[in-house]
């Protein structure tokens, strides 16, 4: 038997930063995200020999273990070796002789919630073949619990809650880890233009998110005003773009990303760059009405609103800074799980 799974990365598209401890612990985080037909894959096929095999087919990576230890992080395959001393502990998987095979359809550091997705993913792989039945918002603590707490990876709530449940969602996050999911009823015809007219744009850079989130988080541990005015408009952002979104003003939400844009570069240092900049003025001279920054920021994929017609332009325009745009449609579905 092959147990396999498939989780779908995100956009985040208001109110990202404010999922992140101790600001939501103390006033509380509001995100909209979207997951998007980008993937992460994992498939665990038992194998006779003794041990495990890790590989991860994107990075062209490979390790072998003994699988009566537990799998001690050293920088190669951390989430992997995350997930299966959790799962040893606490469903006996030591016994278990296999390779776990993982894919993400696009690079670590690009702000698209990779690390995460992956994490849900290989979760529901070992599910599928356990037989476990976790509904989403026990899977999305189980990611975030083993990434965060076990693996002291620094980051936020949101990306482990797209990963599971799907669809576009308006996500609350409270102290003692209390999170609410609301699914937005959009209508279709609002839904397509909206993905129509996002357009999402790889920079071809990547950056360590753990560094800026860490900034972030001593800047609210600190008191530092600006960045906590910050997140609180960045709340703000992510209740207009809700509203915008439910009465169909596609209209606004240029406007409303523009300014979560200028919010969020007050959050922590290392958000914008020069080109980051120099991208962004040149999106909004060939048509975009606002953009922002994907993920934690420095680097990674960037998404610009273009009306009408004007997302060829941007894109035509954007060309000379050696990045590229990326295809995706809007995916209803969380993480997927079958055996074959």
Not at 171 to 185: D, H, Q
Request: glycine content about 12%.
């Amino acid at each position: 038997m092959i147990y396999r799974s498939k989780a779908p990365l995100r956009i985040g598209i208001a109110g990202g930063g404010t999922d992140v401890s101790p600001y939501c612990d103390l006033y509380g985080g509001v995100v909209l995200n979207a997951a998007i037909s980008l993937y992460a894959y994992a498939t665990i096929e038992p194998i006779k020999e003794n041990g495990i095999i890790l590989v991860s087919i994107d990075q062209d990576s490979e390790q072998r273990f003994d699988n009566t230890n537990e799998l001690l992080p050293d920088g190669k395959f951390n989430l992997h070796k995350g997930v299966i001393n959790r799962m040893v502990k606490d469903y006996d998987l030591s016994r278990i002789n296999f390779r776990l095979s993982t894919f993400v359809d696009t690079a670590p550091g690009s702000g698209l919630g990779t690390s995460s997705t992956l994490v849900v993913a290989i979760i529901g792989a070992f599910a599928e073949m356990l037989g476990l039945h976790l509904r989403e918002y026990d899977l999305a603590h189980y990611a975030f619990e083993i990434e965060r707490k076990d693996l002291q990876l620094a980051g936020g709530r949101q990306d482990h809650y797209a990963a599971s449940f799907g669809g576009i969602n308006f996500m609350e996050f409270n102290k003692e880890e209390k999170v609410v999911v609301n699914p937005l009823p959009v209508k279709e015809q609002h839904l397509l233009e909206l993905e129509n007219n996002m357009l999402l744009y790889y920079t071809s850079t990547s950056r360590d998110s753990g560094k800026i989130i860490e900034q972030q988080a001593k800047n609210v541990i600190n008191g530092q005003q600006k960045s906590i005015e910050a997140m609180h408009q960045l709340k703000q952002q992510a209740q207009m773009m809700k509203e915008a979104l439910l009465k169909g003003q596609l209209d606004e939400i240029g406007g409303i990303l523009d300014f979560g844009f200028q919010q969020k570069k007050n959050m922590a240092d290392g958000i914008s760059n020069g080109l980051i900049e120099e991208i962004y003025e040149t999106a909004k001279k060939s048509g975009a009405t606002g953009g922002k920054i994907s993920g934690a920021g420095g680097g990674g994929f960037m998404i610009f609103y273009c009306p009408g017609n004007s997302k060829y332009n941007v894109v035509k325009n954007l060309k000379k800074f050696g990045g590229e745009h990326r295809n995706y449609q809007f995916v209803k579905d969380g993480l997927t799980t079958w055996t074959i």
